[in-house]
Structure formats: C-alpha cells, structure tokens
C-alpha cells in the first residue's frame, strides 16, 4: 500500500517538468555567262572591273558554329549580302557570292566558282568560337605563300584596322600549315592552287562575352558587311558616287612577296618574367610588372594568378602589343599566402608561365565582408528603432508577468486535485487495512471460543 502511495506521488513530480518546447547551289549560283557580262569595260574608263567573290562560309547541314540561338551559316550570309549590296554602290567592281541561300558547297566548289567568275580576290566570312571559351577578337588568315600572301597581308591590314575601329581587339593576320606543309584551311588552299589571293575573316569570336556586343543584332551583321565593303574598296582604291567616297588615294600596306613559306609560329614567348612593384595590405592591391617577349608573333594576352598557377584570371589583353614591359594591378582575397605567377600569351595563343613570387599574407576585410558587417549593423539599429518607448516595456514585462502568474495558479489546483487523491487513496487503503485487521481478530477469538467449549 505504502509503494502504491511513493510511485503516485513520484509519477506527479516527475510528469511536471514535461510540461514546460539548331541543295541549291546549281540553281542558286549565277550563270558563268551571268558573270561574263557584268565584266564588259567601263564605256568611260575601257577598263575591265575588278571582280570580287565574297564567300559565305559554311550553309546546308554546315551550320559552322553554333553557340546560344547564334549559327555562323545564317550570320555568314547576312554579312555577305549586306557587302555586296555596299560593295555595289562603288563603280568599276563586280561582286558574286558562291552561296546567295543556305547551299551546302564544299570548299573546292566554291574555290571552282571563284575561278569561273574570273575572281580577283576571295573574301572568306567566319565568325570564331574557341575550344575553351576564353578567346576573343577579331582575326585574318591568309596563304603562307608568295604573292598571295603578300596580297592577302595587305588586304587584311585594312580590314584588320578597320575591325579594331570598331572596337575590336586584333588577334593578328596570320599563316596556318598543315602536316604536308601547305596552307592548313582548305577555302585558302585551293584558292591558292587556282592562282586566286583569299583572306579568311574571323570577324570576332561568338562564346565570349567581350565579343557578344559586337554580333549581338542582325544590324551590327550588316554593319560588319560594310565594314568588309569598306576594306575592299580601300585596298582597290575604288570610289562611289552614290556614296561620296573616293579611295582612289587610299596607300596600302606595301608586302614584300616572301621568297620562302611564312611558317606561323609554333613556340612559346621567348620570355615572361615579373616582380612585384607595390603591395597595398589594406585591400589586397598588388601591382605587378610584367616583362615578355615573342620575337615571332609578338604578345597577345596575360593571365595572373596568386594561387601558385592553380587558377588563372580570364585572358586580359596585352595593353600596348609594341611594349614588351607594363604593369597591371591585381586583386589578392585576404588571409591567405599570395604565390604570384602571370602566363604570357603570343599571337598563336602559346604561352609562357612567369617566375613565381611569394608575398606576405594581407589581413584586410574585403568589400563583401564590410558590406555584410555594414547590413548587420542597420538591422540592429531598425531593430532597436522599433521597440517601442519605456512606458509600453513596462507594459510588456508586466504582461510577461500575468502570464508567469496564471501558469502557477493553474500548477498549484492541479496539485491541490492530486493530493486530493492521493489522500483519498491513503484514507481508502486505511480503511480496507482496518476492516482485515478487525476480521482478523474476530476469527482468532471465534477460534479461541471453540477451544474452550471443546
Ligand atoms: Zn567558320
């Protein structure tokens, strides 16, 4: 009885605390006799115009370089359309296209055209794309051979100047071989075979975003057809007088016709060497200087890193390509141990990676942290702004109060209820224990009462 009464009370006491928590060439292609006729003599002149084939590249199931909803066959075609229809503004010239739709050529067959048309030149329209997205800028092949190369580097010189007017980075005009030793694009070596000069245009580079800007709108395409139209004109010296323009004073660049191949460049920078001219430990600033040199393609661009080479920068570009010394400053994170490396990059994207130097580590907090600490510190401000003046705290405490007090009161008739029958369980086992004991006694003198009569 006595443990029945400890284990109820020691269950109230304990249950408590619980309760608080993406094929028409043959009848597209204008008629050889088509072409015969557009090159009559000028009446005036008695000259024969200067024939120019435009080629768009790639077209049909040659969609070139694809990249977002960009497709190099469908911005090739605008280009070439839009300078052809400039081009034709200017007297003495006769313009062909070798696709006027999206025909698949191969690059024999518009070399053939070429040649059928009695071309003078061939203008070949790219738009680039690189393996690893990094490069940018705008670039000229031409044929690694005598006068072809001559008359495709001084063409290209007018194009190229005009390409970096427009704000493009110039990535160079250059040769391409391959393994047998001949021009590498085939558009140039069979133009060449066919004794017809071809420069090949990458207009600028489609998977980065430097160049986005520049190719974004089908009217910046017909743009660069102008521009293209533009470049022909000069280096033919030719004038309109629709347009009112006259280049026949136009000074090209003057090529030696090269008595060899004009092999591209296949080393590295001959030298890339840095050193540290200022250390700022209050945000991390480090300028350095970098010293390099390719005595083949000249330099290009530069990457830095402060992780020992284990990340780079993206490709900057070589600030002034007749210096081989300039500084730049870069930005080093805090708290850790700087190891400085810059790669140098010539005109065929080879590079050369710099010595390594090690800085002291900066402890600076970097714009993010302070911004961070700074937005901390206004939503203490509004938090404390908002409480409400000392008089309603007052009231608030008090609440908290009344609400502490209601609890106890609700804790102390729950209490009351269990000693209550806690009481009632001893008074009842009082009761039964007295009626066994009186039982219990009556049995014993029946007993004894037998006893005796016996
Ligand atoms: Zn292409």
Redesign the pocket.
């Known amino acids: 009885m006595l443990c029945i009464l400890i284990i109820c009370l020691l269950f109230f006491f304990m249950k408590e605390p619980y309760m608080q928590n993406f094929n028409v060439y043959a009848q597209e292609l204008p008629a050889e006799s088509a072409a015969a006729d557009e090159q009559e003599p000028d009446m005036e002149t008695g000259q024969k115009p200067i024939v120019v084939v435009i080629d768009p ?2 077209g049909g199931e040659n969609l ?2 694809e990249f977002q909803d960009y497709t ?1 066959k469908e911005m ?1 075609i605008t280009v070439a359309r839009a300078m052809k229809e400039e081009l034709e503004k200017y007297e003495g010239i006769a313009v062909y296209l070798t696709r006027t739709g999206d025909e698949e050529l191969s690059l024999d067959e518009r070399c053939a055209y070429a040649e059928s048309v009695n071309a003078d030149f061939m203008f070949c329209l ?3 794309l690189s393996e690893h997205h990094t490069l940018f800028g705008a670039e000229c092949w031409v044929s690694a051979f005598g006068e072809n190369y001559s008359k495709g580097y001084s063409f290209a010189s007018v194009e190229m100047e005009l390409l970096q007017g427009l704000g493009l980075y110039s990535r160079g005009i250059k040769t391409r071989l391959n393994d047998a030793g001949i021009d590498y694009y085939g558009i140039i070596r069979h133009s060449t075979e066919r004794g017809i000069p071809c420069v090949l245009i ?1 207009h600028c580079h489609l998977d980065q975003e430097n160049d986005q800007p520049f190719y974004d709108h089908d009217e910046k395409l017909i743009e660069f057809g102008k521009l293209d139209a533009t470049a022909v004109a000069k280096y033919f010296n030719l004038r309109s007088e629709e347009l009112g323009t006259d280049y026949s004073d136009y000074r090209n660049v003057s090529v030696d016709v090269p008595a060899h191949v004009v092999a591209p460049d296949e080393t590295e920078p001959d030298v890339c060497m840095i050193e540290i001219i200022d250390q700022n430990v209050q945000n991390g600033e480090v300028t350095v200087q970098v010293s390099a040199a390719d005595y083949d393609s000249g330099m290009l661009y530069y990457t830095y890193s402060y992780d020992n080479g284990e990340t780079f920068s993206e490709l900057q570009k070589w600030p002034d390509k007749s210096q081989d010394t300039f500084r730049f400053t870069m930005q080093v994170p805090p708290r850790i141990l700087p190891r400085i490396i810059v790669n140098g990059y010539n005109g065929y994207d080879l590079y050369t990676a710099s010595n390594m130097i090690t800085l002291p580590s900066m402890d600076y907090k970097t714009e993010e942290e302070i911004a961070t600490e700074l937005a901390r510190k206004e939503a203490q401000e509004s938090v404390s702004q908002s409480v409400t003046p000392k008089k309603d705290y007052t009231e608030i405490t008090y609440d908290k109060n009344e609400t502490k007090k209601a609890a106890p009161e609700q804790m102390s008739f729950t209490y009351f209820l269990a000693v209550c029958g806690v009481c009632a369980l001893l008074v009842l086992s009082m009761v039964v224990s007295m009626v066994f004991i009186l039982g219990g006694r009556r049995k014993r003198r029946r007993r004894r009462h037998r006893k005796r009569k016996d």
């Open positions: 590249g790639h070139g370089g190099e090739t790219h738009f680039n990458e």
